[in-house]
């Protein structure tokens, strides 16, 4: 089984409910699922910058309905993919941008969405994006099971989000006997690692008690699951990047989504045995 050392290397304030992150170039970019924003904080100085995604009155501490629910953060060449989990018709936005660009491009995803609830049998109460990345020509975008059905899977999308082409349910483990579902995936040297946490109800909507969290590994080639370890019984971790290597281990930064109002942000570092 795989060696896990999992420890926290920052805590940003001014950031609450952080969803999803992405490092590049000594850089820690955060989404929150309540704010209309895109928060870089730069390691070197401490720093912290907000560019908006979405043109709104309120553009933090978002009321649960009516928040744009941002989940899922990605990049593709120089330009970052911000999506909408789509688990209520109001959280159905997509914005692009790279970091020389004062406004977001935004596109309303809601045709793409919901065909892909037709076509593939997803009902609305059990979509709920979580996770998306670029792959061979396509996209794949992580549907967490956290809804009655229990449907975790991958769409497959094309480049200019207007079809889905495909869903492959994948099964997870439990976690102290709660169903697990995907809050990130990011692809690295060939292999998909993915997170999944359990929480105690049945709702892509709602808030249950957290039974935790596990880091696992899956092959794009066949869709299998090869690897999964519990990383935690209390954490309910969001987001997931890519940090940095060493001869024996692979290390990611984690966010963690405390559903609390503390307006901090803590970023964990996770080392896994190679």
Request: net charge negative.
């Amino acid at each position: 089984m795989k060696d896990l050392i999992l420890e926290i290397l920052l805590t940003i304030k001014g950031i609450g409910a952080a969803s999803g992150l992405l490092y590049t170039n000594n850089t820690v970019h955060i989404i929150s699922d309540n704010s209309n924003y895109l928060y870089s904080y730069t390691l070197t100085d401490h720093a912290l910058q907000k560019r908006p995604l979405l043109e709104a009155p309120v553009m933090e501490n978002i009321a649960k309905k009516d928040k744009a629910d941002f989940e899922a953060i990605s990049q593709k060449e120089n330009r970052f993919y911000i999506f909408g989990s789509g688990s209520t018709l109001k959280r159905t936005s997509l914005a692009t941008t790279d970091l020389s660009s004062e406004k977001a491009i935004v596109l309303n995803v809601t045709p793409l969405y919901q065909q892909l609830q037709k076509d593939f049998q997803v009902e609305q109460a059990d979509f709920n994006i979580e996770g998306a990345l670029p792959y061979a020509g396509s996209w794949w975008l992580f549907n967490r099971g956290n809804g009655p059905q229990q449907q975790n899977g991958v769409f497959i999308v094309n480049t200019d989000f207007t079809e889905g082409t495909a869903f492959y349910p994948i099964t997870l483990p439990k976690i102290n006997n709660v169903a697990t579902g995907f809050t990130d995936a990011i692809l690295h040297e060939g292999l998909i690692y993915f997170m999944a946490a359990a929480e105690d109800v049945a709702s892509n909507y709602l808030d249950g008690e957290v039974k935790g969290t596990l880091v696992g590994c899956l092959d794009p080639q066949d869709k299998s699951v090869v690897w999964t370890k519990t990383i935690s019984n209390h954490h309910k971790f969001e987001g997931l990047t890519y940090y940095e290597s060493t001869p024996n281990h692979i290390s990611f930064l984690l966010c963690e989504d405390s559903d609390d109002d503390t307006g901090e942000t803590k970023v964990y570092k996770l080392s896994i045995q190679r």
